[in-house]
């Protein structure tokens, strides 16, 4: 079994940073992709940003420029620094895994709620 833990997430103020932490644990053979989905009530879940074993990244446009995906492969750790927050970023933030356990697998987190309001 697998799973997702993240950390951060808050309330912020637009201009404001949060950096939102996803760490995988369990029995994990490889990692295809691991990266960050959002939420808002009435609207289907949208990719923010992921990244790939090899190193390649792939954002939103809504969100490139501002946030920031990366990862430490040797606590299959991913970290999503959001920068320039704006209001329409308010969303619940879920950490996705895409790994090999072996037999590829997909896994979420629980989310995280993102608020950005002054």
């Known amino acids: 079994q697998v799973q997702l833990v993240e950390s951060g997430g808050g309330l912020v103020q637009p201009g404001g940073s949060l950096r939102l932490s996803c760490a995988a644990s369990g029995r994990i053979f490889s990692i295809a992709a691991m990266g960050w989905y959002r939420q808002v009530p009435g609207k289907q879940r949208e990719l923010v940003a992921t990244?790939?074993?090899?190193?390649?990244?792939r954002y939103a446009d809504s969100v490139k420029g501002r946030f920031t995906l990366s990862r430490d492969n040797t606590k299959n750790t991913v970290n999503l620094q959001m920068n320039s927050l704006k209001p329409e970023d308010t969303a619940v933030y879920y950490c996705?895994?895409?790994?090999?356990?072996?037999?590829?697998?997909?896994?979420w987190g629980q989310g995280t709620q993102v608020t950005v309001s002054s």
């Open positions: 990244i790939t074993s090899g190193g390649n990244t």
């Open positions: 996705n895994g895409k790994f090999y356990v072996p037999g590829y697998s997909e896994y």
